[in-house]
């Protein structure tokens, strides 16, 4: 089956939004066996959006649309699609309804251009949004299915997994499940993971299993993409693949499927009744912006501190470090620790190059974790420029707690470290 995926809005046209909802959705549509083979990006304009609708209706099977379903009037979406589909557009009274209540459980009062919203090409197939105002909606133009989907990247990727996707898969004929298993590590760089998994594949007992892999720096996602009979049967089929998996990427993976570094640091922390202070230079507090938010958070995090200096990072710590070194951190971390009443401390000291920013940029990360039995440090150097430093300095230094509260070894080194 042909699927083109249609993005709509002059911000996307002229670049101003970088188009995260479709390498999404052709990759979530790629993992499932559905192909994607045209791409289109349309601007907010009556004659353009047209042409392109029919367009896609000569050369696809099916389309998504995303975008232009909001209430203004450059949305511009359902009204289009009834005129290319050859129909009126109507209201739908049970999807007012439902923006209405949306607004009053919020206690606020629906603006009038958001029943421009409700109004559906005649004869349109209804796709829930349960979590905004877009309906979504599908019709026919020409012999070719259109789905159409709201731009707010939460609300289409809910509406992707829950609705299109199995409608798609039943257009396409297949009828089996899939399973979508991921791995984020950090410290090794694609080409090292792809050479450590070779083979790996073939362990699934009779399903086929598409490894893959998807980096994001610091962290790197490995993906294995399975279709099955049915669930129990997948399940077994992946179990030793995935068992492989974790042999062979050992300490470095971080996390599984939908957890991340910090939510695994925080479980540690609370599995035992810890709680946590950190100190940070340059991250600009980074790393406690990532755990803090957290649910459960308030039960664990102590403090933050946050300075770009070292005298007074010192001062606010109630120590006295003179250096940038491990011995320092170390140091800090201790009287962190015991100033704050957290049964943990993590602190991260930067030293920086000098100069304007550049990809030799860099600096020497100096960090230092302490509880109620032990220091340790760690030192390594990171360069790539300012943001890559800070993004890297800050995932070095949860992964030595994680790795730390884990009983793992913390000065492992990482393919990104510079000697």
Not at 71 to 82: G, H, I, M, N, R
Request: hydrophobic share 45%; proline share 3%.
């Amino acid at each position: 089956m042909r699927i083109e995926i249609l993005c709509t809005g002059d911000e996307i046209l002229t670049g101003k939004t970088i188009n995260t909802n479709y390498s999404h959705m052709a990759w979530r549509l790629g993992e499932v066996g559905l192909d994607v083979v045209w791409g289109t990006t349309v601007g907010d304009d009556r004659e353009a959006l047209l042409k392109a609708f029919r367009e896609a209706a000569t050369r696809a099977d099916a389309v998504i649309v995303n975008g232009g379903l909001g209430p203004t009037v450059d949305d511009l979406s359902q009204e289009v699609a009834a005129q290319a589909a050859g129909v009126e557009l109507v209201l739908d009274q049970e999807w007012l309804k439902r923006m209405e209540a949306f607004y009053t459980r919020r206690n606020r009062v629906m603006p009038p251009n958001n029943v421009k919203q409700a109004m559906l090409p005649a004869g349109a197939e209804f796709i829930d949004n349960p979590i905004g105002t877009a309906c979504g909606f599908a019709v026919n133009i020409g012999k070719t299915r259109f789905f159409f989907t709201p731009g707010v990247p939460r609300e289409l990727k809910k509406m992707l997994d829950e609705q299109l996707i199995p409608r798609l898969l039943k257009m396409s004929g297949v009828e089996s499940v899939t399973r979508l298993k991921r791995f984020h590590s950090f410290g090794i760089g694609e080409s090292r993971a792809d050479q450590m998994l070779a083979g790996i594949e073939a362990l699934a007992n009779g399903v086929e299993v598409k490894l893959g892999f998807q980096a994001h720096y610091p962290q790197l996602e490995t993906k294995l993409a399975a279709r099955g009979a049915n669930a129990e049967g997948l399940a077994r089929a992946l179990a030793p693949v995935e068992a492989e998996v974790r042999k062979r990427l050992g300490n470095f993976i971080i996390a599984e499927d939908d957890q991340t570094l910090e939510g695994v640091v925080l479980d540690a922390l609370r599995k035992r009744g810890g709680s946590l202070s950190v100190a940070e230079m340059f991250t600009g507090g980074e790393i406690a912006a990532r755990v803090s938010p957290i649910e459960g958070a308030e039960s664990v995090f102590r403090r933050g501190v946050i300075s770009r200096d070292l005298a007074e990072l010192s001062r606010s710590i109630g120590a006295n470090a003179s250096d940038i070194s491990a011995d320092s951190a170390a140091t800090l971390a201790t009287a962190l620790r015991r100033g704050s009443g957290a049964s943990h401390a993590l602190v991260s000291l930067i030293d920086l190059d000098q100069g304007a920013d550049r990809i030799e940029f860099g600096g020497t990360i100096c960090l230092g974790i302490a509880d109620a039995d032990t220091t340790v440090s760690r030192t390594a150097r990171l360069q790539g420029g300012r943001e890559w430093l800070r993004i890297g300095a800050a995932e070095l230094a949860l992964d030595c707690l994680r790795r730390h509260l884990l009983g793992l070894p913390v000065d492992e080194r990482v393919d990104f470290e510079r000697r």
